[in-house]
Protein backbone atom coordinates (compact mmCIF):
# COMPACT_ATOMS: atom_id res chain seq x y z
CA UNK A 1 0.00 0.00 0.00
CA UNK A 2 0.71 3.59 -0.72
CA UNK A 3 0.50 6.59 1.01
CA UNK A 4 2.54 9.68 0.11
CA UNK A 5 1.39 13.02 0.14
CA UNK A 6 3.43 15.90 -1.19
CA UNK A 7 2.56 19.10 -0.86
CA UNK A 8 3.55 22.56 -1.79
CA UNK A 9 2.12 25.63 -0.48
CA UNK A 10 2.68 29.24 2.05
CA UNK A 11 2.16 28.87 5.41
CA UNK A 12 -0.79 30.23 6.83
CA UNK A 13 0.61 30.85 10.38
CA UNK A 14 3.62 30.50 12.22
CA UNK A 15 3.98 26.80 13.44
CA UNK A 16 2.39 25.95 16.23
CA UNK A 17 5.78 24.72 18.78
CA UNK A 18 4.70 22.66 21.33
CA UNK A 19 6.54 19.80 23.89
CA UNK A 20 4.45 17.26 24.83
CA UNK A 21 5.51 16.34 29.13
CA UNK A 22 3.76 13.29 29.02
CA UNK A 23 5.84 11.11 26.72
CA UNK A 24 8.68 14.12 26.39
CA UNK A 25 8.50 14.54 22.55
CA UNK A 26 8.56 17.67 20.45
CA UNK A 27 5.84 18.55 17.93
CA UNK A 28 5.11 21.45 15.02
CA UNK A 29 1.90 21.79 13.93
CA UNK A 30 0.83 24.23 11.19
CA UNK A 31 -1.51 24.62 8.01
CA UNK A 32 -0.54 25.11 4.49
CA UNK A 33 -2.61 26.54 2.07
CA UNK A 34 -1.82 25.30 -1.25
CA UNK A 35 -3.93 27.24 -4.57
CA UNK A 36 -5.52 24.53 -6.88
CA UNK A 37 -4.49 24.38 -10.71
CA UNK A 38 -7.54 25.10 -12.59
CA UNK A 39 -10.16 28.12 -11.90
CA UNK A 40 -13.85 27.58 -10.32
CA UNK A 41 -17.09 28.33 -12.24
CA UNK A 42 -16.94 31.95 -11.17
CA UNK A 43 -13.15 32.30 -12.56
CA UNK A 44 -10.97 32.34 -9.37
CA UNK A 45 -8.46 29.67 -8.51
CA UNK A 46 -9.65 28.21 -4.70
CA UNK A 47 -7.15 26.80 -2.11
CA UNK A 48 -6.82 23.92 -0.28
CA UNK A 49 -5.79 24.07 3.49
CA UNK A 50 -3.70 20.69 4.60
CA UNK A 51 -3.09 20.31 8.13
CA UNK A 52 1.02 19.10 8.34
CA UNK A 53 2.48 17.67 11.98
CA UNK A 54 6.12 16.90 12.67
CA UNK A 55 7.72 15.80 15.49
CA UNK A 56 11.36 15.85 17.19
CA UNK A 57 14.20 17.19 15.48
CA UNK A 58 12.07 17.92 12.68
CA UNK A 59 9.71 20.13 14.04
CA UNK A 60 12.18 22.08 15.89
CA UNK A 61 14.12 23.06 12.49
CA UNK A 62 11.00 23.81 10.47
CA UNK A 63 9.37 26.25 14.48
CA UNK A 64 12.70 27.77 13.84
CA UNK A 65 13.35 28.84 10.09
CA UNK A 66 9.54 28.59 8.37
CA UNK A 67 7.26 31.50 9.50
CA UNK A 68 3.81 32.76 8.29
CA UNK A 69 3.52 33.34 4.39
CA UNK A 70 6.68 30.83 3.65
CA UNK A 71 6.61 28.63 0.52
CA UNK A 72 7.41 25.37 1.44
CA UNK A 73 7.27 21.57 0.05
CA UNK A 74 6.80 18.87 2.00
CA UNK A 75 6.35 15.44 1.91
CA UNK A 76 4.61 12.85 4.06
CA UNK A 77 2.04 10.42 4.73
CA UNK A 78 -1.67 11.22 5.21
CA UNK A 79 -3.69 9.62 8.43
CA UNK A 80 -6.69 10.65 9.87
CA UNK A 81 -7.81 10.27 13.59
CA UNK A 82 -10.78 9.21 15.33
CA UNK A 83 -11.65 10.81 18.32
CA UNK A 84 -14.97 10.45 20.71
CA UNK A 85 -16.08 13.80 22.20
CA UNK A 86 -18.14 13.85 25.38
CA UNK A 87 -21.42 13.29 23.91
CA UNK A 88 -20.03 9.84 22.24
CA UNK A 89 -19.72 11.72 18.59
CA UNK A 90 -16.70 10.75 16.38
CA UNK A 91 -14.58 13.73 15.07
CA UNK A 92 -12.48 12.75 12.23
CA UNK A 93 -9.14 15.04 11.70
CA UNK A 94 -7.13 14.14 8.37
CA UNK A 95 -3.38 15.26 9.19
CA UNK A 96 -0.29 14.73 6.79
CA UNK A 97 3.01 13.77 8.94
CA UNK A 98 6.21 15.27 7.55
CA UNK A 99 8.68 12.39 6.68
CA UNK A 100 10.75 15.60 4.89
CA UNK A 101 10.28 19.61 3.90
CA UNK A 102 12.14 22.35 2.31
CA UNK A 103 11.80 25.89 2.55
CA UNK A 104 11.35 27.24 -1.13
CA UNK A 105 11.12 30.93 -0.44
CA UNK A 106 10.68 33.19 2.51
CA UNK A 107 7.54 35.39 2.80
CA UNK A 108 8.19 39.06 0.86
CA UNK A 109 7.78 40.70 4.19
CA UNK A 110 10.35 39.06 5.62
CA UNK A 111 13.29 39.04 3.41
CA UNK A 112 16.18 41.60 4.61
CA UNK A 113 18.01 44.22 2.83
CA UNK A 114 20.93 42.88 1.28
CA UNK A 115 23.69 44.81 3.05
CA UNK A 116 26.66 45.82 1.22
CA UNK A 117 30.23 44.07 1.92
CA UNK A 118 33.34 46.34 1.38
CA UNK A 119 35.20 43.98 -1.00
CA UNK A 120 38.60 45.16 -2.67
CA UNK A 121 37.51 46.41 -6.90
CA UNK A 122 40.26 43.24 -7.68
CA UNK A 123 42.57 40.39 -6.23
CA UNK A 124 45.30 43.30 -6.99
CA UNK A 125 44.52 46.04 -4.63
CA UNK A 126 47.03 47.84 -5.52
CA UNK A 127 46.73 47.74 -9.30
CA UNK A 128 45.29 50.95 -10.54
CA UNK A 129 44.01 50.16 -14.23
CA UNK A 130 43.92 54.22 -15.06
CA UNK A 131 47.72 54.27 -13.88
CA UNK A 132 50.66 55.55 -16.23
CA UNK A 133 52.89 52.93 -16.33
CA UNK A 134 55.36 54.11 -18.44
CA UNK A 135 57.91 54.96 -15.55
CA UNK A 136 57.68 51.69 -14.11
CA UNK A 137 58.30 49.99 -17.04
CA UNK A 138 61.57 51.48 -17.31
CA UNK A 139 62.92 51.26 -14.06
CA UNK A 140 62.11 47.36 -14.33
CA UNK A 141 64.79 45.06 -14.28
CA UNK A 142 64.11 42.19 -16.87
CA UNK A 143 65.98 38.75 -16.90
CA UNK A 144 68.37 38.54 -19.01
CA UNK A 145 69.41 35.90 -21.59
CA UNK A 146 72.15 34.04 -19.59
CA UNK A 147 69.23 32.40 -17.41
CA UNK A 148 68.02 34.74 -14.90
CA UNK A 149 64.79 34.43 -13.93
CA UNK A 150 61.74 35.54 -11.58
Request: hydrophobic letters at 30%; proline letters at 5%.
Amino acid sequence: MINLHIVEGRLTKNPDYRVDDKNKQVYANATLACTRNYKSREGTYESDFITITLKGKEATHFAKYCMKGDLVSITGRTQTDVVTNPNDQKQYYTKTHVMSWNLLAKAKAQTLPIQETKRPSSAFPNYHPNQSFNTDIESMHLPSEEGDMI
